[in-house]
């Protein structure tokens, strides 16, 4: 008697086991083909930013082109404005001819015709004054460069993106 009940629990513990090992097997392909789908779809948006990527990629070298083009003109006008003015002789309107403020006659600087413009700076300072204006000219026009794509273009998003992402 004991035997028929030990085998009677022992194919119980069989049959329940096997029941328990079909469940498992179905919850496992049901959760494989979820993760195929799942897979399926983030395969199709990974495609679908990629190529997003690539437009904006393509986008923003052309935003960098025109940047660079920009300047790179901003920069030939200021030389072209610093070599048209290399002509030009300065004066220092608050000093007065003989007063001790202008250089020496010998050093290459002299007294103006009209005594109301002042004394006339000295080659080597004017020099300096005119190549400081082109650095600051050209700092401005790094400053204006700099303003533009950051403010105006937010770091270039807005102009890969458009406006809406701003």
Same mark, same amino acid.
């Given at each position: 008697?004991? #035997?028929?009940?030990? *085998? @009677?629990?022992?194919?119980?513990? @069989?049959?329940? *086991?096997?029941?328990?090992?079909?469940?498992?097997?179905?919850?496992?392909?049901?959760?494989?083909? &979820?993760?195929?789908? /799942?897979? &399926?779809?983030?395969?199709?948006?990974?495609?679908?930013?990629?190529?997003?990527?690539?437009? /904006?990629?393509?986008?923003?070298?052309?935003?960098?082109?025109?940047?660079?083009?920009?300047?790179?003109q901003a920069?030939?006008t200021i030389?072209? #404005?610093?070599a048209g003015? *290399?002509?030009?002789?300065?004066?220092?309107?608050? &000093?007065?001819?003989?007063?001790?403020?202008?250089?020496?006659?010998?050093?290459?600087?002299?007294?103006?015709?009209?005594?109301?413009?002042?004394?006339?700076? &000295?080659?080597?300072? @004017?020099?300096?004054?005119?190549?400081?204006?082109?650095? *600051?000219?050209? @700092?401005?026009? #790094?400053? /204006?460069?700099?303003?533009? #794509?950051?403010?105006? %273009?937010?770091?270039?998003? %807005?102009?890969?993106?458009?406006?809406?992402?701003?």
């Open positions: 008697m004991m #035997y028929v009940v030990l *085998a @009677a629990l022992l194919g119980g513990l @069989a049959a329940g *086991a096997l029941g328990m090992h079909k469940v498992n097997e179905a919850e496992l392909i049901r959760m494989a083909d &979820s993760i195929k789908q /799942a897979n &399926s779809a983030a395969e199709i948006q990974l495609g679908q930013e990629m190529i997003k990527t690539q437009q /904006a990629e393509a986008v923003s070298r052309d935003f960098n082109h025109e940047l660079d083009t920009a300047h790179v920069v030939q030389n072209a #404005y610093a003015h *290399a002509a030009f002789r300065l004066f220092d309107a608050g &000093s007065r001819p003989g007063c001790g403020g202008a250089a020496p006659g010998g050093a290459g600087a002299g007294v103006s015709a009209d005594a109301a413009a002042g004394a006339e700076l &000295s080659g080597g300072l @004017a020099g300096f004054l005119e190549g400081q204006a082109a650095l *600051a000219n050209q @700092a401005a026009v #790094y400053a /204006a460069d700099c303003r533009r #794509y950051v403010v105006e %273009s937010n770091c270039g998003i %807005s102009k890969i993106f458009g406006a809406d992402n701003e």
